[in-house]
Nanobody, 125 residues
Framework: QVQLVESGGGLVQAGGSLRLSCSAS????????MGWFRQAPGKEREFVAA????????DYAEAVKGRFTISRDNAKNTVYLQINSLKPEDTAVYYC??????????????????WGQGTQVTVSS
């Protein structure tokens, strides 16, 4: 069982930045591929970014490439999402998730085994 706790969300003006963190309880955190997803009001949850267990490979949704950066610190059992140049359309609840099985299908919601409760990001124009 893996418990995930997100933090770092908040209200920010367009053009601003935030760094989201996700702390994991698992002793075997370094075995998990980690992902970030988001869900805007009235919309389905969507893939944002993912990182391999070692941190050596990453993937991003087209809408966030060049603005978002995913990273991890396996010594701290934490994955991060640096969000720059925020836009109002980035407003959503952001969730981190963990999966086994490597990077295959790492951009699919149904591939993930564990989810956090989410952290709200609100971007004002």
């Amino acid at each position: 069982q893996v418990q995930l706790v997100e933090s770092g969300g908040g209200l920010v003006q367009a053009g601003g930045s935030l760094r989201l963190s996700c702390s994991a309880s698992a002793r075997t955190f370094s075995f998990y591929t980690m992902g970030w997803f988001r869900q805007a009001p009235g919309k389905e949850r969507e893939f944002v970014a993912a990182i391999s267990s070692s941190g050596g490979a990453t993937d991003y949704a087209e809408a966030v490439k060049g603005r978002f950066t995913i990273s991890r610190d396996n010594a701290k059992n934490t994955v991060y999402l640096q969000i720059n140049s925020l836009k109002p359309e980035d407003t959503a609840v952001y969730y981190c998730a963990a999966k086994t099985g490597g990077t295959t299908t790492w951009n699919r919601l149904d591939a993930y085994d564990y989810w956090g409760q989410g952290t709200q990001v609100t971007v004002s124009s």
